[in-house]
Structure formats: C-alpha cells, structure tokens
C-alpha cells in the first residue's frame, strides 16, 4: 500500500529542515512519498523543501495562497497519490516505524479507515512523556496531525476539513468522521509532538490576541455540531459550553462565567468549576494570569506523571 505523508507549512522553514522532513525521510517502510503544501508562506520555505528534493525523488512540493490549515490538508489530499494518508505537522516528528505499523494494521485489519496512535511530547529541554492512545467519546475525538487514514475517507466517503473554520477544524472532521468510519485506537508511541514549555507562562503566544475571530469561527463551529453534541446527552453538551467558555473569558469574563455554570450545571465535574471560579474575578486580565499559570501546572504534572526520559 503506497502511503502519502501530507505536511501543510507556513512560515516553517528551519522546522521543516530540522523536525517534519527529516522525521518524514527516515521511515523503515520506503512505499511512500511526501507532500507539502505551503500555505502562502514568506519565509524561506520554498528553499527548504528544494534542499531536501535535491537528495531525494520521493518529495513533491505545492504553494497555494494563503487560506489556512484545512485548505492546506485539503489540497495535499487531492494531490495525493497514497492508498494511505499521513498528516504530519511541520513542527512535529514521525517516529521511523510510523508507516510500517500504520500499514501492518490496515493490511491485517481491512476494515479499519483511521488510525489514531499514542504519542510522545516532547520539550525544548529533551524531556519526553509517553501518552497513550485510548478509546474516548465521539465528541472528543479530534482529527488531526499524527493521524492516518484511507484516502477513501475522503474520495469515497466525501468527508474533508472544512476551509472555513479557522480553528476546531480538527475537531469538526473527527466528529464527521467518527460517525461513520471506523477507528482504531493504537496503543504505542509513534508521533512525535513538539511544545516550548514556556507556552503556557506566554499569554500573546497562548490565548490568542484575537479572541473575538476565534470565538466567531467557534460560533460556525457549534452550529454546525451542536445536534451532534446535544445526541451524546449532557456530558457532551457540557463539554461544548465549556470550550465556549474558554473562548470568552479572555475578552468577557462576565459571559464566560455563565458558559462556565452552565458546562457545571449539565455536567458536574471540577474542571468546569474551576473555571467559573477563576471566571469570578471578573477582570479578562486576572483571569488571564489565572489561566496561564493553571495550565502551565497541569502540562507540569501531565509531563512528570506520563516522563519516559
């Protein structure tokens, strides 16, 4: 089975030279090739992947303008020439038996259409935590990098990021996906998830300075799947407010805490709690700090508990 490793790219040149190509190129299973799309990028991407063409056959490279991830990931999968597609971020890593066991299982498991494998995260310093791969709900089911799935999800069962999110894209084609295809959760670490710890100490690079558009695409988001949220009962429904919750609260603390009551009032449980508490300050700022340091915490204690290295 030829595999088709899909990389979208914007303004990703040194990771695309140091991570994502390198990891791509390393692969024990030789049947595949790479794609990567550049979203408008104007940094030196075009150069790095010509670097990397120059050594190799198995490389193809596509600029489209500008129009984000969805569209990115897209247009690699139409030009695509993989029985099977792998989406690798252009920061992120395939470990080198990625294709061979994403093969083993589709060869001995025919009826499995996407593979979604355990995954290794990975710090600026080296350090490493295993997280594995286990079966949850639907409605937390998101599709994205690290993913691999037949190329029929697409061609035959017409399912396809939607271009016009901006964010949750992910989620929105897991969800359409789940409904109808058949998953397979594999347990063992074959992707690799680069993070700066620091992320999480940094409110510009980690609650987005533009809020009030992610909140908007959300809004397209929660139309679009909410009878799909609201089929799964209240814990899904709760699940829904909170996120909306999040999306508010950097900008409207007084809507978040609503959001936030109501995620606790369908769904009893401490997360949502704990939000509507930092949610009482009642200031976008405080709870910005707030946040910023609560999940700086949780990644801390997910890194220690799940470290391999």
């Known amino acids: 089975m030829f595999a088709t490793i899909?990389?979208?790219?914007?303004?990703?040149?040194?990771?695309?030279?140091?991570?994502?190509?390198?990891?791509?190129?390393?692969?024990t299973e030789k049947d595949f090739e790479v794609v990567v799309v550049d979203d408008g990028s104007s940094d030196d991407t075009k150069n790095a992947v010509s670097d990397f063409e120059a050594r190799q056959n198995n490389i193809r490279y596509f600029h489209q303008d500008n129009a984000g991830v969805s569209a990115a990931r897209n247009h690699g999968v139409n030009k695509a020439r993989g029985e099977i597609i792998v989406f690798l971020d252009s920061d992120d890593e395939l470990r080198p038996e990625y294709l061979s066991e994403a093969k083993k299982v589709f060869s001995e498991q025919p009826a499995v259409e996407i593979i979604i494998p355990g995954f290794i995260l990975r710090d600026e310093f080296g350090q490493e935590s295993y997280f594995k791969s286990e079966a949850r709900p639907k409605w937390m089911i998101g599709l994205g990098g690290g993913i691999a799935l037949k190329k029929s999800v697409f061609t035959q069962r017409k399912i396809f990021y939607d271009e016009l999110l901006e964010n949750s894209e992910d989620s929105d084609f897991g969800f359409r996906a789940a409904a109808v295809c058949n998953i397979i959760f594999l347990n063992k670490p074959l992707y690799v998830y680069n993070f700066h710890s620091d992320i999480y100490l940094d409110g510009s690079r980690n609650l987005s300075t533009d809020s009030q558009k992610l909140l908007k695409n959300f809004s397209r988001f929660k139309a679009r799947n909410f009878e799909f949220y609201r089929s799964y009962g209240p814990p899904a429904l709760s699940y829904l407010y909170f996120w909306e919750g999040t999306l508010t609260a950097s900008f409207d603390t007084a809507a978040s805490r609503k959001l936030f009551w109501t995620s606790f009032i369908l769904h009893k449980n401490i997360r949502s709690l704990v939000y509507f508490l930092m949610s009482l300050s009642g200031s976008p700022t405080v709870y910005r700090k707030l946040y910023r340091v609560l999940i700086f915490l949780i990644r801390y204690y997910k890194v220690l508990k799940n470290k391999t290295k």
């Open 6 to 27: 899909i990389i979208p790219a914007y303004n990703r040149a040194r990771a695309l030279r140091e991570k994502s190509l390198p990891s791509a190129l390393s692969q």
